[in-house]
């Protein structure tokens, strides 16, 4: 650390508490419009917004135990979040996984995109699928988000399905994207068992 630095003035990855409610939906509100607010008529989006990032919803998540949401804060305000459903919620029969575990939310703040911010989060997501035993982590990117599906392809997740996603009355084509994760045994990969 340098001269001068604190620790509080590096970002910072923890888990989400309550009194972190608006200021996460509030991030979570601006890195959507930011992304995909202009391909919306302005009423659905505004409903999509309510039901998936209004405060009530977002405390919901917070307390939920079938849920972790983290985020990284910084100089005391968030800049970047990710949220997982420990149990998949997503559509099943599209993979062989037993325990899958949902990505379900990671945004960072449209100003700190490119910064690593979304690296540390997937090293979290990834440990945090481990801890509880889950055999895959899924998610959904929207079809023309090529930028995201670059992230991901980095991770090792592969498309497994098309889906839909409906913002407000209109239907979105999505991509169902998984990433196995390979139990450990013995200490042992599962390359290196025999």
Known sequence: MGRGMTATSQPHLRLATPADTAALADLARRAVSAKFQHLYKPEDFATFMEAAHSDAKVAKEIADPGMRVAV??????????????LKSTLPTGHSDARAPLELKQLYTDPARIGGG??????????????????????????????????????YGFAKIADIEFWVGNHCDPEFLYAKPLVPETNGLSKSEQV
């Open 72 to 85: 990284i804060e910084e100089a005391g305000a968030l800049i970047a979040f990710c949220k997982l459903v």
């Open 117 to 154: 911010l979304g690296a540390r989060l997937m090293a979290w997501a990834q440990a945090q699928a481990e801890e509880v035993g889950a055999d895959e982590i899924q998610l959904t990117v929207y079809s023309e988000n090529a930028e995201a599906q670059r992230f991901y392809h980095r």
